[in-house]
Structures are given as structure tokens and as C-alpha cells.
């Protein structure tokens, strides 16, 4: 008798497609090791081809050794839109993470139309939304006196 395996926890399973196009493209080549990683992990999110929406915690993010701190987690964050990996589309709160969808944008990232001489690239920019530490809470400045004081 033939004792089954456990099923693995986690990402085990899912898979997200790299295709030799992304993998050799001028976008992707540019990216910081830090935004391939977090790229990888946001394609891993989406549920399926009709729903592109993507979600990638900085803890999870953290977890998964992309990042160790939430300022470097917001530039990958900016990094993969700019390079037209991530589209924007609903900005995070103090309490919500940011909802990004999968782009194809980076398609044409350094390309350049023949007859006029523009970039093909569509620019789009990133909101992030607000860390708490912006917000002035009556426990923040508590906590900022106590520092100041010792």
C-alpha cells in the first residue's frame, strides 16, 4: 500500500507562462533583478486570461524575497509599469493594496515608428497609495515624541 503525498501548500501548482519573448525583450532585460522577481509573482496572480487583475502584497512580496523594505517595494511596483509590464488600476490605501492588470505594453518599449520617428511606448504613470506613516495619527506622533525624547 502506497502512502499518498501531501499536497504542497502555497504557490506550488500554479505557474505563470514566461514566453521567450518577454524573457529576451528590451523591457525585461532592463528591469532591476528585484522587478523580474516581483513580475514573476504578479503573472503567478492572475486568475485567468480574461481577468487580468493582479495583486502582490509588499508581505507578500517580503515573503517571497522580492523586496525588504516598502520603499523599494513601491519602486519595483513603478519600475514594472514604466517598462509596460503592469497597468494601474486601483490605487492603494492605508488599508487596501494597489490592483494592477498584466499589460502588453512593453511590447514596444524602445521601439520606434518608421515614418514619423515617435516611440510606439505608451507612457502610463503610477499612483501609490498612502503607508500610514504619512498620515499624522494622535499614535504616531506619540511614538515619534518618545523617539525624539530618548
Request: aromatic content about 12%; hydrophobic content about 30%; some cysteine.
Amino acid at each position: 500500500i502506497m502512502k499518498r503525498k501531501p499536497k504542497p501548500v502555497g504557490y506550488h501548482g500554479k505557474f505563470g507562462m514566461m514566453t521567450r519573448e518577454i524573457l529576451y525583450s528590451k523591457a525585461y532585460q532592463e528591469l532591476s533583478q528585484s522587478a523580474k522577481l516581483a513580475y514573476i509573482y504578479f503573472a503567478i496572480d492572475q486568475k485567468s486570461k480574461e481577468d487580468k487583475k493582479v495583486i502582490l502584497t509588499y508581505g507578500q512580496a517580503k515573503e517571497h524575497g522580492v523586496c525588504r523594505s516598502p520603499s523599494t517595494f513601491s519602486k519595483v511596483k513603478k519600475e514594472l509599469v514604466r517598462y509596460g509590464f503592469l497597468d494601474p488600476l486601483k490605487r492603494g490605501g492605508l488599508n487596501e493594496h494597489s490592483v494592477f492588470e498584466l499589460s502588453g505594453r512593453w511590447i514596444n518599449y524602445g521601439e520606434v515608428s518608421s515614418f514619423n520617428g515617435k516611440s510606439k511606448f505608451i507612457k502610463k504613470r503610477v499612483m501609490l497609495g498612502f503607508s500610514p506613516k504619512y498620515f499624522g495619527s494622535e499614535k504616531d506622533k506619540k511614538r515619534r515624541q518618545k523617539k525624539a525624547n530618548t
